[in-house]
C-alpha cells in the first residue's frame, strides 16, 4: 500500500545550525500532514501540522515546506538546540480512511555540542 | 492541560497472563487510538474509537487483543493470554472531533515485555 518514507534516517547537526529533515509521500490525493517529534522513551509529541492547500507554515523555531509537486515535505529546525534531539516523523492520512494515520519511519536527529 | 495519560508505564509478565492497558484521554477530545511501536513494523494502529464507540478494529492482531471505552474518558487495551511477540510500546492517542484535520495527541506509552 502506499506509505509516507523518510530519506534520511539519521541526521547531524551542530548546536546553533539549521535542520532539515525530508519526508517523501506517495498518495497525492493527502491533504493534510503532520509532523512529530519522539524523544526517548515518551510517546510522539505534534509539533506543527500543514494543510494541501498551503505551502509553507510556520511555527516557533519550526517550518513546514510542502512540495505537491514532487510530492515533499520538510521540516526545518531554526538553531538548533540539544533538546531537539529525537526521532521525527512525519504522518498523512491513510488511503481510504477517515481518521487513520500512516506514519513514516522516522529520523533521529542528533545534535552535536 | 493535563495530556493523555497511560499506566502502567512498565509491565513485565510471564506468556500467558493477562495483560491490561489504560488510558484516560485528554479531556473533551471524542477520538481515541491505540497503537503499538516496534523497531522492526513501527507505529501500528491497532483500533479507534468515536465517541466512545468502535469505529475499525481492523489493525488488531488477533482474538488475543481487545479494546474497550466504557465512557468518555476511559479506555482499556487486553491482551489474553499474552505472548513473547506482543512485546512492544503500546501508545494511547486521543484527538479533538473525527476529521483527520486534528493531530493526534499521544500519552507516554506503556513498555509491555513478556517473558
Known amino acids: 500500500g502506499e506509505n509516507v518514507g523518510l530519506h534520511l534516517p539519521t541526521l547531524s547537526v551542530q548546536e546553533g545550525d539549521n535542520s532539515i529533515i525530508n519526508c517523501a509521500y506517495s498518495?497525492?490525493?493527502?491533504?493534510?500532514f503532520i509532523w512529530y517529534k519522539q524523544e526517548s522513551g515518551k510517546g510522539p509529541q505534534f509539533i506543527i501540522d500543514i494543510r494541501s492547500n498551503m505551502d509553507k507554515r510556520q511555527g516557533q523555531r519550526v517550518t513546514v515546506l510542502l512540495n505537491k509537486t514532487v510530492k515533499h515535505l520538510s521540516l526545518q529546525i531554526a538553531a538548533t538546540q540539544p533538546g531537539d534531539s529525537a526521532v521525527y516523523f512525519c504522518a498523512e492520512p491513510s488511503p481510504g480512511s477517515a481518521r487513520q494515520l500512516t506514519f513514516g519511519s522516522g529520523t533521529q536527529l542528533t545534535v552535536l555540542p | 492541560d493535563a495530556g493523555v495519560i497511560q499506566s502502567p508505564r512498565h509491565e513485565v509478565t510471564e506468556m500467558g497472563q493477562e495483560v491490561t492497558l489504560r488510558c484516560k484521554p485528554i479531556s473533551g477530545h471524542n477520538s481515541l487510538f491505540w497503537y503499538r511501536q516496534t523497531m522492526m513494523r513501527g507505529l501500528e494502529l491497532l483500533i479507534y474509537?468515536?465517541?466512545?464507540?468502535?469505529?475499525?478494529d481492523s489493525g488488531m492482531p488477533e482474538d488475543r487483543f481487545s479494546a474497550k471505552m466504557p465512557n468518555a474518558s476511559f479506555s482499556t487495551l487486553k491482551i489474553q493470554p499474552s505472548e513473547p511477540r506482543d512485546s512492544a510500546v503500546y501508545f494511547c492517542?486521543?484527538?479533538?472531533?473525527?476529521?483527520?484535520?486534528?493531530?493526534?495527541?499521544f500519552g507516554d506509552g506503556t513498555r509491555l515485555s513478556i517473558l
Open positions: 474509537f468515536n465517541n466512545n464507540v468502535p469505529i475499525d
Open positions: 498518495n497525492s490525493a493527502s491533504d493534510y
Open positions: 492517542a486521543s484527538s479533538l472531533g473525527f476529521s483527520h484535520n486534528q493531530p493526534q495527541h
